[in-house]
């Protein structure tokens, strides 16, 4: 029996799933996040499968009401802790992903009627939690002011359409068969998924921030955290034709910061620069110690700016250039992500060559 197997390996799923959730980059997940999201949705199963054993209802839904209750709590806390939707369902698609595969390593014998109500709660539990996840998001968002939030869903409604369009497009095309994935429209593609990504990226922070929502802060290897974001950023810079060089970073170099907050900023000033510089430019991430603080520097060609500029980059809706793609939020939001850390963004103009944006943060005591 299925709830039998649960049962006598509980502590053992327990810690299968919270060892699954405690790899999750970032943000860190919490004591109170795994106690209401992992442990008491598995009694909730168990509960319901030894129910449903001794008094079947065929073809029935229903479940008990605290399953839903827990999952709507769940959905509410991540929220306010600054987690995303995906990590919400992740949390609960951990759980399944730990049950199927102790079942399989015991062999232990799961009816259908049993894997059903597994399901079942599973769905039921996620549906719940997102649910109150976006509710509570609905409520934070309406606070800023309705005229306000109307005009950037415009603005981020128009983007991504766009960007969605020409990739359905290009998919299309592809699918036909009459051009290859390796092509050019193979990169029209790329480039609309990247940039679908960057926009959905910088809207998560925006959210964060407005909403002012919890900063995590916890010790970050600087040399570890820009060599994840290499990775990206090199895909986004082999797309726009651009050659992009990172200096490597003492290992020990570790500053504290919100993990989520700081990607974000670092993110959204690589895009600007590969979105800025000429084509066949060259973009460089530069990370040096000065004193007690630690400077990351992105340094692009983007032909210089006006004299008097400098500071009107960092209004939303600004944008610094001809190229008019984008809703002019990225600058404002890696100035605010960046404050919220306890830093400082600036720019240096380099006059008839390009820009230099600074992130000025405190050195952790641990480096």
Same mark, same amino acid.
Do not use: W
């Given at each position: 029996?299925?709830?039998?197997?649960?049962?006598?390996?509980?502590?053992?799923? /327990?810690?299968?799933?919270?060892?699954?959730?405690?790899?999750?980059?970032?943000?860190?997940?919490?004591?109170?996040? *795994?106690?209401?999201?992992?442990?008491?949705?598995?009694?909730?199963?168990?509960?319901?499968?030894?129910?449903?054993?001794?008094?079947? &209802?065929?073809?029935?839904?229903?479940?008990?009401?605290?399953?839903?209750?827990?999952?709507?709590? $769940?959905?509410?806390?991540? @929220? &306010?802790?600054?987690?995303?939707?995906?990590?919400?369902?992740?949390?609960?698609?951990? @759980?399944?992903?730990? !049950?199927?595969? *102790?079942?399989?390593?015991?062999?232990?014998?799961?009816?259908?009627?049993?894997?059903?109500?597994?399901?079942?709660?599973?769905?039921?539990?996620?549906?719940?939690?997102?649910?109150?996840?976006?509710?509570?998001?609905?409520?934070?968002?309406?606070?800023?002011?309705?005229?306000?939030?109307?005009?950037?869903?415009?603005?981020?409604?128009?983007?991504?359409?766009?960007?969605?369009?020409?990739?359905?497009?290009?998919?299309?095309?592809?699918?036909?068969?009459?051009?290859? /994935?390796?092509?050019?429209?193979?990169?029209? *593609?790329?480039?609309? @998924?990247?940039?679908?990504?960057?926009?959905?990226?910088?809207?998560?922070?925006?959210?964060?921030?407005?909403?002012?929502?919890?900063?995590?802060?916890?010790?970050?290897?600087?040399?570890?955290?820009?060599?994840?974001?290499?990775?990206?950023?090199?895909?986004?810079?082999?797309?726009?034709?651009?050659?992009?060089?990172?200096?490597?970073?003492?290992?020990?170099?570790?500053?504290?910061?919100?993990?989520?907050?700081?990607?974000?900023?670092?993110?959204?000033?690589?895009?600007?620069?590969?979105?800025?510089?000429?084509? +066949?430019? $060259? /973009?460089?991430?530069?990370?040096? !110690?000065?004193?007690?603080?630690?400077?990351?520097?992105?340094?692009?060609?983007?032909?210089?700016?006006?004299?008097?500029?400098?500071?009107?980059?960092?209004?939303?809706?600004?944008?610094?250039?001809?190229?008019?793609?984008?809703?002019?939020?990225?600058?404002?939001?890696?100035?605010?992500?960046?404050?919220?850390?306890?830093?400082?963004? $600036?720019?240096? +103009?380099?006059?008839?060559?390009?820009? /230099?944006?600074?992130?000025?943060?405190?050195?952790?005591?641990?480096?």
């Amino acid at each position: 029996m299925l709830h039998e197997f649960l049962t006598a390996n509980r502590v053992e799923l /327990v810690n299968r799933c919270r060892a699954k959730v405690a790899k999750r980059p970032a943000p860190q997940p919490t004591t109170i996040e *795994l106690e209401h999201g992992i442990p008491l949705f598995l009694d909730q199963l168990i509960n319901t499968l030894r129910s449903e054993l001794n008094a079947p &209802r065929e073809g029935s839904s229903q479940l008990p009401a605290e399953i839903g209750t827990t999952a709507g709590k $769940h959905g509410n806390e991540l @929220l &306010r802790q600054g987690f995303t939707v995906d990590q919400v369902v992740h949390d609960y698609g951990d @759980l399944c992903q730990s !049950v199927t595969e *102790l079942a399989a390593e015991k062999n232990a014998p799961v009816t259908v009627d049993e894997f059903r109500t597994f399901n079942r709660c599973l769905d039921n539990a996620i549906a719940d939690a997102v649910s109150e996840f976006g509710r509570q998001r609905d409520q934070v968002i309406a606070a800023e002011g309705t005229q306000a939030m109307n005009e950037r869903l415009g603005f981020l409604a128009h983007e991504l359409r766009n960007l969605l369009n020409t990739a359905l497009l290009a998919f299309e095309a592809i699918k036909g068969g009459n051009v290859a /994935v390796a092509g050019a429209t193979g990169t029209v *593609l790329d480039r609309s @998924l990247l940039a679908l990504r960057d926009v959905i990226d910088r809207s998560l922070a925006e959210v964060r921030l407005s909403a002012g929502l919890q900063v995590h802060l916890e010790p970050i290897g600087v040399g570890e955290f820009l060599r994840e974001l290499q990775v990206s950023a090199a895909m986004d810079a082999k797309v726009k034709e651009i050659a992009f060089a990172v200096v490597p970073v003492d290992k020990e170099l570790v500053v504290d910061a919100d993990r989520q907050m700081l990607a974000s900023a670092v993110s959204n000033l690589l895009q600007n620069a590969f979105k800025f510089s000429r084509r +066949n430019g $060259h /973009v460089s991430l530069t990370t040096r !110690v000065v004193g007690d603080r630690v400077l990351i520097e992105i340094e692009d060609e983007c032909g210089g700016l006006p004299d008097g500029k400098l500071e009107e980059l960092f209004k939303p809706f600004e944008q610094r250039s001809s190229n008019r793609t984008g809703i002019g939020l990225g600058l404002s939001i890696s100035r605010r992500a960046v404050e919220a850390n306890g830093g400082k963004l $600036h720019v240096r +103009n380099l006059k008839g060559k390009g820009c /230099v944006f600074t992130i000025d943060l405190p050195r952790s005591p641990m480096s």
